[in-house]
């Protein structure tokens, strides 16, 4: 298991380094299979039957989300049971390819899907302060390179959360931490890898200037994300959201507040470019 003080996790996976739609070649085997009689059309159809979903009664599980988009389905830990958790990523370590994530998962419930995993002899990432759980499967081969700003060291947990989600999407990331207008030559210390990135996510809570700013200097897309973080009047993250949207400079987009998933996915798809 890998933890918060561990490595980037882009890398490690048993199946790290597959290629990207690992999901479509067991399609394709599947067809071939039928094709050179190997299987019959009745066990072809079974198994596509379960392709594009397993309906669990309380939970329909997305299959067909790696062959239609080329991400991972996400499972949002609050509000189901231990029970619901596990029956929900072992449909998917039994019926899909891709990495396994749950977020916002409570530490004992995280250990509890571990131990799932483990049992499989597949390896999980834990961090701790997103309350992100992983298992990284078929992640494909590092391209592009997304750069992760925060304004402060607070906006870390939400930074990390960006970070694993594009790093299991396939693109290479790099964290830059407490980089707020507060101090600005912190910033511009960091000039030479805001200009060598091809997508930029800037995580920021209290005024969240550092999106307006980054959006100035930048030549790519920057993914606004604005936290919770910061005194009463920021209203829970409120008035960075609105400050975001207020942004000035006409390269900024801008994702829901403490959405860490929603900036790593969009700034591995920009950064990785069409799939090649």
């Given at each position: 298991?890998?933890?918060?003080?561990?490595?980037?996790?882009?890398?490690?996976?048993?199946?790290?380094?597959?290629?990207?739609?690992?999901?479509?070649?067991?399609?394709?085997?599947?067809?071939?299979?039928?094709?050179?009689?190997r299987m019959s059309i009745e066990a072809a159809l079974e198994s596509?039957?379960?392709?594009?979903?397993?309906?669990?009664?309380?939970?329909?599980?997305?299959?067909?989300?790696?062959?239609?988009?080329?991400?991972?389905?996400?499972?949002?830990?609050?509000?189901?049971?231990?029970?619901?958790?596990?029956?929900?990523?072992?449909?998917?370590?039994?019926?899909?390819?891709?990495?396994?994530?749950?977020?916002?998962?409570?530490?004992?419930?995280?250990?509890?899907?571990?131990?799932?995993?483990?049992?499989?002899?597949?390896?999980?990432?834990?961090?701790?302060?997103?309350?992100?759980?992983?298992?990284?499967?078929?992640?494909?081969?590092?391209?592009?390179?997304?750069?992760?700003?925060?304004?402060?060291?607070?906006?870390?947990?939400?930074?990390?959360?960006?970070?694993?989600?594009?790093?299991?999407?396939?693109?290479?990331?790099?964290?830059?931490?407490?980089?707020?207008?507060?101090?600005?030559?912190?910033?511009?210390?960091?000039?030479?890898?805001?200009?060598?990135?091809?997508?930029?996510?800037?995580?920021?809570?209290?005024?969240?200037?550092?999106?307006?700013?980054?959006?100035?200097?930048?030549?790519?897309?920057?993914?606004?994300?604005?936290?919770?973080?910061?005194?009463?009047?920021?209203?829970?993250?409120?008035?960075?959201?609105?400050?975001?949207?207020s942004s000035c400079a006409p390269g900024v987009a801008v994702v829901?507040?403490?959405?860490?998933?929603?900036?790593?996915?969009?700034?591995?798809?920009?950064?990785?470019?069409?799939?090649?």
């Amino acid at each position: 298991m890998r933890t918060d003080d561990a490595a980037s996790p882009a890398v490690g996976s048993p199946a790290a380094g597959t290629r990207a739609d690992s999901y479509s070649a067991g399609v394709e085997e599947l067809l071939r299979g039928v094709a050179e009689g190997r299987m019959s059309i009745e066990a072809a159809l079974e198994s596509l039957r379960r392709l594009p979903f397993s309906n669990l009664g309380f939970a329909r599980v997305d299959h067909h989300r790696g062959l239609r988009q080329g991400v991972v389905e996400f499972i949002y830990g609050p509000g189901k049971t231990r029970e619901q958790l596990l029956a929900i990523v072992e449909t998917q370590l039994d019926h899909d390819e891709s990495s396994v994530v749950v977020t916002r998962v409570a530490e004992a419930d995280a250990a509890a899907v571990r131990s799932l995993a483990e049992s499989r002899g597949l390896e999980t990432i834990w961090r701790e302060r997103p309350g992100l759980l992983a298992i990284p499967r078929a992640v494909p081969e590092a391209r592009g390179r997304l750069l992760v700003l925060t304004a402060g060291t607070s906006d870390l947990p939400v930074a990390q959360e960006a970070e694993t989600v594009a790093s299991l999407l396939g693109a290479g990331v790099h964290v830059v931490a407490d980089v707020g207008v507060a101090g600005l030559h912190r910033l511009l210390d960091e000039l030479a890898e805001i200009e060598s990135a091809d997508a930029i996510v800037v995580v920021a809570g209290m005024d969240a200037a550092l999106a307006s700013v980054v959006g100035g200097l930048a030549r790519v897309p920057v993914i606004a994300c604005p936290t919770s973080v910061g005194y009463g009047s920021t209203f829970g993250g409120l008035s960075a959201l609105l400050a975001m949207l207020s942004s000035c400079a006409p390269g900024v987009a801008v994702v829901g507040v403490d959405d860490g998933v929603g900036a790593g996915t969009i700034g591995a798809l920009i950064a990785r470019g069409r799939p090649v």
